[in-house]
Nanobody, 121 residues
Framework: QVQLVESGGGLVQAGGSLRLSCAAS????????MGWSRQAPGREREFVAA????????RYGDSVKGRFTISRDNAKNTVYLQMNSLKPEDTAVYYC??????????????WGQGTQVTVSS
């Protein structure tokens, strides 16, 4: 049983930055790809970023490229999402997720509970 706990969400002004963290337990963390997705009210869940188990590969959704950076610390069983130049349209609940194939497929075997990010204009 894998447990993911997200933190770091909050309210920020447009142009600001936030760093989300996702702490994992219950599984060999480095064997799985990890990533983030988000869901805004009334919208479908959107892929944000993914990172391979080793951390060497990363990819991003088109709407966040150049502004967000995903990283991981396998020694701490934690994945991060650094969000810069935030826009009001980034407002959503952000979910951490993982699986053995998440980097290539975007399909997760387990999810966190989500953390709210609100960007004011």
């Amino acid at each position: 049983q894998v447990q993911l706990v997200e933190s770091g969400g909050g309210l920020v002004q447009a142009g600001g930055s936030l760093r989300l963290s996702c702490a994992a337990s219950g599984r060999t963390f480095s064997s799985d790809d990890m990533g983030w997705s988000r869901q805004a009210p009334g919208r479908e869940r959107e892929f944000v970023a993914a990172i391979s188990g080793s951390g060497r590969l990363s990819r991003y959704g088109d709407s966040v490229k150049g502004r967000f950076t995903i990283s991981r610390d396998n020694a701490k069983n934690t994945v991060y999402l650094q969000m810069n130049s935030l826009k009001p349209e980034d407002t959503a609940v952000y979910y951490c997720a993982g699986s053995g194939t998440y980097y290539y497929t975007g399909r997760a075997d387990y999810w966190g509970q989500g953390t709210q990010v609100t960007v004011s204009s």
